[in-house]
């Protein structure tokens, strides 16, 4: 991925992301600096938080709205979430690491405050690991299951987004 443009974010901007993963994540992030990079041959845009890609911007799944900040797998990993959370078996890891959708058999656990819509952090059951960043499809309480399609994956360990170094 070929950086297009790369700046620090005004105080107002970091607020709204530090809100939104407190609220949404039950994160706190406190870094020193906080810098948004775009890509010449990807839709991605990324926040190098104290120079580490840990967040990004997902478009909103309404229609036209404003794109979503939300951690990357990488800031998953470094700053575990206690909130949006779902847990999948040792048998779904190799399907999710590649970029599969998440399906009912796979999970073990979801935080029942998780509303359909919601971005999501996928993580394995051994040992916490996130894997992929999803959107629900169904509510956290519909997740566990014996079939079905309930997060589709955004992005994944392995992808051009994971592979970024900042």
């Given amino acids: 991925m070929n950086v297009k443009s790369r700046h620090h974010l005004r105080a107002d901007a970091i607020d709204a992301i530090e809100d939104a993963l407190a609220d949404g994540l039950g994160v706190e992030l406190g870094a020193d600096t906080y810098e948004k990079v775009t890509f010449e041959d990807s839709d991605w845009e990324v926040v190098l938080v104290d120079g580490e890609p840990t967040v990004f911007y997902v478009p ?74 999803g ?15 309930v997060v589709d994956t955004i992005h994944h360990v392995g992808d051009d987004l994971y592979e970024f170094a900042g």
């Avoid at 399907?95 to 993580?123: H, K, Q, Y």
């Avoid at 509510?139 to 079905?148: H, I, P, R, S, T």
Wanted: hydrophobic share 40%; no cysteine; net charge negative.
């Fill in 60 to 133: 909103d799944d309404d229609s036209g709205g404003a794109d979503d900040p939300f951690l990357t797998v990488r800031g998953a990993n470094d700053h575990p979430p206690a909130e949006n959370v779902v847990t999948v078996d040792a048998g779904a890891i190799s399907f999710v690491s590649d970029g599969a959708d998440v399906m009912r058999p796979g999970i073990t656990e979801a935080d029942e405050s998780i509303a359909a819509g919601d971005l999501v952090v996928i993580a394995e059951e051994n040992h916490g690991k996130v894997l992929a960043v």
């Fill in 135 to 149: 959107r629900a499809r169904v509510d956290g309480a519909e997740m566990v299951g014996e079939e079905g399609k």
